[in-house]
């Protein structure tokens, strides 16, 4: 089992950065691949980002693709999601997730994180 923390939410103006970090305990950092996922208002929680067990092959929805960044640190045992070229439409609860098989991953991971706001002023 794994417990995921997350921190660096915030409010940021249309076209700022964000950088929201996830401190994850418990079983082996190692095991498990790491993202993230955000709920907007009135909407269904989306997939957002996604990182390997090694670090590579970051995989991101569309509709941040070009703009946000994660990477995963083992020595620190986090995951990051940098975000730059805010837009309003990225406001939402952001989580961080985990799941020890990639194919599960993106259809609902087994541990959650509690979510960090984020809000994005036009």
């Not at 709920?39 to 996604?50: D, I, S, T």
């Not at 989580?95 to 959650?112: E, H, I, K, M, N």
């Amino acid at each position: 089992q794994v417990q995921l923390v997350e921190s660096g939410g915030g409010l940021v103006q249309a076209g700022g950065s964000l950088r929201l970090s996830c401190a994850a305990s418990g079983r082996t950092f190692r095991s498990y691949v790491l993202g993230w996922f955000r709920q907007a208002p009135g909407k269904e929680r989306e997939f957002v980002a996604v990182i390997s067990r090694s670090g590579g092959d970051p995989y991101y929805a569309d509709s941040v693709k070009g703009r946000f960044t994660i990477s995963r640190d083992a020595a620190k045992n986090t995951v990051d999601l940098q975000m730059n070229s805010l837009k309003p439409e990225d406001t939402a609860v952001y989580y961080c997730a985990a799941d020890s098989s990639l194919g599960v991953f993106r259809r609902g991971p087994a541990y959650w994180g509690q979510g960090t706001q984020v809000t994005v002023s036009s």
